[in-house]
């Protein structure tokens, strides 16, 4: 069982704007600003989309956009294309038992 | 180019052992701190371990302490893995990946795959 809570899955139309979320506690995500976002497609390596919450490492499109509130973080994918078809995968430091928790993904699929 | 290139994965069987590799190249190895992950078929991802640029900061997770260990060869450009005591949820795709962010790794191998099983 995964440390942070994400939905299985998410959908949206072309151009439609989708939001994953991921929900953890006060001792990682409710604290710390160091929540990131990968992207996977099938068969790849994850790819950073998002780190420390808000920010975008460089090359990654400004349609994707992470914010927290409280425990919960999200990551927003506006204007979806084709090639948002993947998986989302949230982690963030934490300090239980293990220092770097994960989300368990989500499958965004494009209608 | 920036790029990481594991190497060392295997099918061994229960108790077995193997040592990863990774070799890195494109950016100043001795600068950042490396990681290791794994994902389970079908399953999430999962931060085994984490060392820091001297090799004086190493956090491992709760599942695999006492059994993996990291390491690092600076003048080699190289980390590596130490796998013992494997065991069948062991399996999975195993990853090398630089921290260039607090908590958040930018680069990533293309992984290399451990199947533990008799």
């Known amino acids: 069982q995964s440390a942070l809570t994400q939905p299985p899955s998410a959908s949206g139309s072309p151009g439609q704007s989708v939001t994953i979320s991921c929900t953890g506690s006060?001792?990682?995500?409710?604290?710390?600003?160091?929540v990131a976002w990968y992207q996977q497609y099938p068969g790849k390596a994850p790819k950073l989309i998002i780190y420390g919450v808000t920010k975008r490492p460089s090359g990654v499109p400004d349609r994707f956009s992470g914010s927290k509130s409280g425990n919960t973080a999200s990551l927003t994918v506006s204007g979806l294309q084709a090639e948002d078809e993947a998986h989302y995968f949230c982690t963030s430091y934490g300090t239980g038992n293990d220092f770097r928790v994960f989300g368990g993904g989500t499958k965004l699929t494009v209608l | 180019e920036v790029q990481l290139v594991e190497s060392g994965g295997a099918l061994v069987q229960p108790g077995g052992s193997l040592r990863l590799s990774c070799a890195a190249s494109?950016?100043?190895?001795?600068?950042?701190?490396m990681s290791w992950f794994r994902q389970a078929p079908g399953g999430g991802l999962e931060c085994v371990a984490t060392i820091n640029p001297d090799a004086s900061e190493i956090h491992y997770v709760s599942a695999v302490k006492g059994r993996f260990s990291i390491s690092r060869d600076n003048a080699k450009n190289s980390v590596f893995l130490q796998v013992t005591s494997l065991r069948a949820e062991d399996t999975a795709v195993y990853y090398c990946?630089?921290?260039?962010?607090?908590?958040?790794?930018?680069?990533w191998g293309q992984g290399t795959t451990v199947t533990v099983s008799s």
């Open positions: 494109g950016f100043t190895f001795s600068n950042y701190w």
């Open positions: 990946a630089r921290d260039a962010f607090a908590y958040a790794s930018d680069v």
């Open positions: 006060i001792s990682d995500v409710g604290t710390y600003n160091s």
